[in-house]
């Protein structure tokens, strides 16, 4: 089955850039998606076909995809953004695949 | 939005049934699916239907005990979950396909709120 690793947890400064990885075998030949999930609530879809925003999501949020890893990049980090973070990829074989989670905390 | 209901306890081999009822798009327009996350856990896919309901498909850890269905004169989507286990021990969200009808690469535009299934003696 495919599968996405995420390191666990993130830790950044307010107004700093957070960097959240993903891998996966051959990841840039297929979309890559990114959800956030906050405390106690449903995950948002942040970022859909690698890199374009849906309506109402900050522009701080970009993503790229190249090669077996996926980015997705918070600029000017607020407190707000504190949450847990998951990439999301299509396969043949195992439909919607997570990736296993990243913390991101604000310091 | 997506409202889902039916969530609660099971006794291990037991079954429930979740169903969640979409509002504000047209449901028959697009997959569906429910993804479930355990407690401090991450985000699990389960399974996925697809707009006219012709074409489901189901995470390995659940195929043969659970049946996604829906009902597009309803607006509602269902999960039957048989033979329970500890293991399926979650928060089941009811989530939308954002721009596919049918079973394809795409994201989740959309979440319910979640209905919690817990298995246990």
């Known amino acids: 089955s495919y599968e996405l690793t995420q390191p666990p947890s993130v830790s950044v400064s307010p107004g700093q850039t957070a960097t959240i990885t993903c891998s996966g075998d051959r990841l840039g030949d297929r979309y890559v998606y990114w959800y956030q999930q906050k405390a106690g609530q449903s995950p948002v879809l942040v970022i859909y076909?690698?890199?374009r925003w849906p309506s109402g999501i900050a522009a701080r949020f970009s993503g790229s995809n190249s090669g077996n890893t996926a980015t997705l990049t918070i600029s000017g980090t607020q407190a707000m953004d504190e949450a847990d973070y998951y990439c999301?990829?299509?396969?043949?074989?195992?439909?919607?695949?997570f990736g296993t989670g990243t913390k991101v905390t604000v310091l | 939005q997506l409202l889902e209901s039916g969530g609660g306890l099971a006794r291990p081999g037991g079954s429930l049934r979740l169903s969640c009822e979409a509002y504000?798009?047209?449901?028959?327009?697009?997959?569906m699916s429910w993804v479930r996350q355990a407690p401090g856990k991450g985000l699990e896919w389960v399974a996925v239907?697809?707009?006219?309901?012709?074409?489901?498909y189901y995470a390995e850890s659940v195929r043969g005990r659970f049946t996604i269905s829906r009902d597009n004169s309803k607006d509602t989507l269902s999960l039957q979950m048989n033979h329970l286990r500890p293991g399926d021990t979650a928060k089941y969200y009811c989530?939308?396909?954002?721009?596919?009808?049918?079973?394809?690469?795409?994201?989740?535009?959309?979440w319910g709120q979640g209905a919690l299934v817990t298995v246990s003696s």
């Open positions: 504000g798009f047209t449901f028959s327009a697009t997959a």
């Open positions: 989530a939308k396909g954002r721009a596919l009808t049918e079973l394809g690469e795409d994201a989740f535009d959309v």
């Open positions: 999301q990829a299509w396969d043949s074989s195992s439909a919607f695949v």
């Open positions: 239907i697809s707009g006219g309901g012709q074409d489901r």
């Open positions: 076909e690698d890199s």
